[in-house]
């Protein structure tokens, strides 16, 4: 599986985006995507995700905010961010993996395949 992240930008705080992941090659109803995020020097971090069936899940601090959507026959998912603050500011990935138990999706190691990020500045 290959994907390709995009949708990235600069934006005032209160502002949204829409950030897009591609997906080629071969998905199943087992397949996870989701959207992790790294600001400078910190962490990745987990931001939502969605199995490829049904099923979706965010950050605690992210819901209400953020919500992840896909779009299966162009194999794609996409994250709409609304109220951007400027601690949202970070570099986006999404990841594809095939752990579904609700307990590993939040976790970066379940997933096998990484886009290579687009960027988010949310300036105040």
């Known amino acids: 599986v290959q994907l390709q992240a995009s949708g990235g930008g600069s934006v005032q705080a209160g502002g949204s985006l829409t950030l897009s992941c591609a997906a080629s090659g071969q998905l199943h109803s087992s397949s996870v995507l989701g959207w992790f995020r790294q600001a400078p020097g910190k962490e990745r971090e987990f931001v939502a995700a969605?199995?490829?069936?049904?099923?979706?899940f965010y950050e605690d601090s992210m819901k209400g905010r953020f919500s992840i959507s896909r779009d299966k026959a162009k194999k794609t998912i996409y994250l709409r961010m609304t109220s951007l603050k400027p601690e949202d500011t970070a570099i986006y990935y999404c990841?594809?993996?095939?752990?579904?138990?609700?307990?590993?999706?939040?976790?970066?190691?379940?997933?096998?395949?990484w886009g290579q990020g687009t960027e988010v500045t949310v300036s105040s």
């Open positions: 969605m199995r490829w069936s049904a099923g979706s």
């Open positions: 990841a594809a993996g095939s752990r579904t138990i609700a307990g590993y999706i939040p976790e970066a190691k379940s997933y096998d395949y």
